[in-house]
């Protein structure tokens, strides 16, 4: 049996119960294999596999707070310092009811991977709760994030591990989670990023993703001779990553026909209007279904079904598998010509799979989504040399950064003989950094 082979098995039955962790191994394993195969001897002797898919630490906490009504609630949480071979631990912090174990896993796996494609010196971390923000007074979220921090603060820092937002974390809870580590430590150390820009925050920070993300799209579309103006686009969700990727993708030239939440999507065949957009989700928290309340001529449809809008360009930006081998034959046979992941792993294997058979373009979200932690890298710079960046700056570092990504991911698939690949350029770019990282620092 092959190395990876060896270790795909024991990964599963080391972790059967985590089927999201199993998935993400998986398909960055079966990328790797000419890499492994090439240095199987070294690897073997460091195990290097082994520690590839076991986190160097996870720390499980409850969350104890205090409702509006004065009831108490125990949530979960948890912080997974996954792989620090290239860096302190870097990663987001998620806060959905869906959150387990075998989630943070999966996310903390393909931080260590997207954070070395970033060529930054940014280990793998994330971490979360099983917390709903959703329906929760602001005075809720606070006393949540505070007891959250109680829990974690002692094992992040600067140096040491340095989380930002994910679903259900944004700006607001970045905010209170800074404020309650600040009191705890009594430093205005920046151990966190996402921070207000007025308190150690990046400009720019809150775009990044997005934006990071279109600049890839276009990269992409240059790379094989296509105008992104006039493609028909639709980007799924409605969250920071969503909505930045669909106001920087319109300023490129293309139009953004339809978005959604988990309750629903629109379509607004004119291009979605961005300002009414964040206004809905960013001020008022509110539903999609709003957004065809008040734009004349759009449509808004409850339930799942956002894939059969038909496009040229498809940006999932919401969760994880929300694209299932169905949909993504329906994209393909409406002519949907590129696909780039704004979220993190939004397909199921078979839809992955699909994909590449299908010869569209395909851009996996460890490269197409690592605009966000590349900059909140750059707001840990700043942090350092106490200074503030221009957004301008910030801005034009994000597009060298992501057009940085695509050469070296499309470099790595054309040195393996897999041009055109970039889930497999992807994979082996970033697992190469690590692995030799890994190697050189002897057996820790
Ligand atoms: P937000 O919480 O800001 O937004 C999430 C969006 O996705 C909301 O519109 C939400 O709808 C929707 N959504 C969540 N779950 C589902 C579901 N099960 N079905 C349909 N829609 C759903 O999160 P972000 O924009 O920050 O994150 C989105 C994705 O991008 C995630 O995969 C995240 O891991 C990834 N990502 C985020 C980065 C960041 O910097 N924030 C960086 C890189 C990747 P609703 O409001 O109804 O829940
Ligand atoms: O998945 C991700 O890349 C993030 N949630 C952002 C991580 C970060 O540290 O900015």
């Not at 949540?144 to 921090?149: E, K, P, W």
């Not at 591990?161 to 009594?186: A, H, M």
């Not at 276009?218 to 790379?223: G, I, L, N, S, V």
């Not at 030239?253 to 629109?266: E, L, P, Q, R, T």
Request: aromatic share 10%; hydrophobic share 40%.
């Amino acid at each position: 049996m092959s190395y990876v082979d060896e270790v795909l098995e024991m990964a599963a039955q080391r972790d059967p119960n985590e089927p999201e962790f199993l998935q993400a191994v998986k398909e960055a394993f079966e990328s790797i294999r000419p890499v492994v195969d090439a240095n199987e001897k070294v690897y073997r002797e460091n195990a290097i596999l082994e520690r590839f898919v076991e986190p160097e630490r996870i720390y499980t906490f409850p969350v104890t707070w205090e409702d509006d009504a004065h009831k108490v609630h125990v949530n979960r949480a948890w912080r997974i310092q996954f792989n620090s071979a290239i860096g302190s631990y870097k990663g987001g912090t998620r806060f959905h009811k869906t959150v387990n174990l075998s989630i943070l896993k999966f996310l903390g796996f393909e931080m260590v991977l997207k954070n070395s494609l970033t060529g930054l010196p940014l280990g793998g971390g994330k971490g979360g709760s099983d917390f709903d923000p959703h329906g929760k007074s602001d005075r809720e979220v606070m006393r949540f994030c505070q007891a959250y921090m109680n829990a974690l603060y002692r094992y992040i820092g600067p140096e040491m591990d340095c989380p930002s937002g994910d679903i259900g974390v944004g700006g607001r809870e970045i905010g209170y989670l800074f404020g309650q580590y600040k009191k705890l430590t009594s430093s205005f150390d920046a151990a966190l990023c996402g921070k207000g820009v007025n308190f150690g925050g990046s400009l720019g920070r809150t775009e990044a993703t997005g934006y990071g993300l279109a600049y890839m799209t276009d990269e992409m579309c240059k790379a094989c001779g296509k105008e992104l103006t006039g493609r028909t686009t639709v980007v799924t969700g409605s969250g920071s990553v969503a909505i930045y990727a669909a106001q920087k993708i319109q300023q490129l030239g293309a139009k953004v026909v339809a978005m959604c939440d988990s309750n629903g999507y629109i379509y607004d065949e004119k291009g979605i209007d961005i300002e009414v957009m964040r206004q809905i989700k960013e001020t008022e928290r509110a539903r999609i279904s709003e957004y065809a309340a008040r734009v004349p001529g759009a449509v808004y449809t409850p339930g799942k079904g956002i894939w059969n809008i038909k496009c040229e360009i498809f940006l999932p930006c919401a969760t994880q598998n929300e694209i299932s081998l169905d949909a993504a034959k329906t994209l393909v046979g409406n002519g949907c010509f590129l696909l780039a992941e704004g979220a993190n792993m939004p397909l199921e294997p078979e839809a992955v799979r699909y994909l590449q058979n299908s010869g569209i373009l395909y851009m996996p979200g460890k490269a197409a989504s690592a605009g966000g932690v590349s900059v909140s890298g750059f707001e840990q710079a700043q942090n350092a040399q106490r200074m503030y960046w221009t957004f301008e700056e910030v801005d034009a570092k994000l597009q060298r950064q992501m057009a940085f990504i695509f050469n070296n991911v499309a470099g790595a698939a054309k040195r393996y003989g897999k041009e055109g690949n970039y889930l497999a350029g992807a994979n082996i770019c970033a697992f190469e950094r690590v692995a030799q990282a890994m190697v050189a620092q002897g057996l820790y």
